[in-house]
């Protein structure tokens, strides 16, 4: 693909998942054991041909930036490919002005420099595989203005409740983007992805800071609805909003069941992501692991049931790990019995001998924590 670039986008204010987001985006989420949720978007951008990406972070950069590095691991093409990391500091003292049409005014003279005709944004906090190409090549032959992409989903009175969905005519034609409050079960969920022209792109942002400083580029698109040809595409396969805490819970967990886990990984569609040199896990004969992902430079003394275990975890002898997410580096001490957690990077839960919650309310340990 050599007609558009790529934007990946922060997720809106509406979007909190409690406790994690105090100390990353949500794009740096670790995921699976060894991805981050931004290797999802990045790596479906790099594998549809799109060599020049913008990622916009809005708030503690640090971690992101880490795992961005220069991009070469995400396949990008290496003479011509650019992955550019962008920041938003205005009204940082007020999340509502604080938003991507703020983020792209700041850094509308990167925007303005890319020499694509088409511009394809995604988002930090969802999680599906989508040939980008195919997209924008449909969004061409039907003549609309804009594009976007939804995922029908017949359980919405209970899930994606931040979300938004689209409400269309019977030719697909969006008539207006709505929150979902849980009134109906069956949506058809806006994945925050955007087709147009740049130059269309551009003109957004401005009617938009025109209108309000508060306006995203949700609320101007939605409000195009009135006066412009706006389709909407179907996805299928997997789809995961990580909207709230919960929704992190159940995505990771999700993928331990290899069937679900083969409607999202292919390996004509590999996801990229930073890798390093540790060594394999180590299985002491104390160890028992039923159901889990585990991921590598792990050692394993205990019980993991059902489990998603990050790189470098200890896990100690007589300790039991049961419907848990374990991010990289944390410790279970010997005899614990932690359940339906996620154990946040570096914490250590070595003295509380028993911490369980139902996984239907899953607990959190932070990362300064030694329970």
């Known amino acids: 693909m050599s007609k558009a670039f790529g934007i ?9 998942v409690k406790g994690l987001q105090s100390y990353r985006p949500i794009g740096a989420f670790s995921f699976l054991g060894r991805y981050r949720i931004i290797d999802f978007p990045i790596s479906n951008m790099s594998n549809s041909g799109i060599d020049h990406i913008q990622v916009y972070v809005q708030r503690k950069p640090r971690s992101l930036a880490e795992h961005l590095g220069t991009g070469r691991h995400y396949n ?20 509502i002005y604080n938003n991507d049409i703020s ?12 020499h694509y005709p088409y511009v394809v944004i995604a988002p930090n906090n969802m999680i599906y595989a989508m040939d980008y190409d195919s997209l924008l090549q449909a969004h061409i032959a039907s003549g609309a203005d804009i594009t976007l992409l939804y995922h029908s989903v017949d359980n919405a009175k209970e899930s ?15 008539l207006s983007i709505e929150q979902n409050r849980g009134s109906a079960k069956n949506r058809n969920i806006f994945m925050d992805t955007y087709v147009m022209k740049k130059e269309l792109f ?8 025109k209108i309000s400083s508060m306006y995203s580029l949700l609320d101007i698109v939605n409000k195009a609805c009135e006066e412009m040809d706006i389709r909407g595409i179907s996805h299928r396969g997997y789809f995961a909003a ?38 394999p896990t180590q299985y002491f004969d104390t160890a028992s692991v039923r159901n889990s992902v585990v991921s590598n430079g792990c050692l394993i003394e205990g019980s993991i049931e059902h489990s998603v275990i990050g790189r470098g ?17 944390s410790v279970v001490g010997e005899g614990v019995h932690i359940e339906a957690q996620v154990v946040d990077k570096h914490a250590r839960v070595l003295h509380a001998k028993e911490i369980i919650a139902s996984p239907q309310s899953p607990g959190y340990v932070r990362r300064e924590d030694i329970l």
């Open 8 to 16: 990946v986008n922060f997720s809106n204010t509406q979007i909190q």
């Open 242 to 279: 990580i909207s709230d805490f919960k929704s992190y819970y159940d995505a990771n967990l999700s993928l331990i069941d290899s069937k679900v886990a083969d409607s999202l990984f292919d390996e004509d569609w590999p996801i990229y992501t930073k890798t390093n040199d540790s060594c």
């Open 202 to 209: 551009i003109d957004l942002v401005y009617r938009a800071k």
């Open 313 to 329: 975890c200890v896990i100690k002898k007589g300790a039991i790990v049961k419907d848990c997410i374990l991010l990289p580096d």
């Open 103 to 114: 983020a792209y005014l700041e850094n509308m003279d990167c925007i303005e420099s890319v």
């Open 160 to 174: 994606f409740l931040n979300c938004n969905f689209l409400n269309l005519n019977r030719q697909k034609g969006v």
């Open 76 to 95: 990008i093409n290496s003479k011509r490919g650019k992955l550019h990391l962008l920041f938003s500091e205005s009204g940082m003292d007020n999340d």
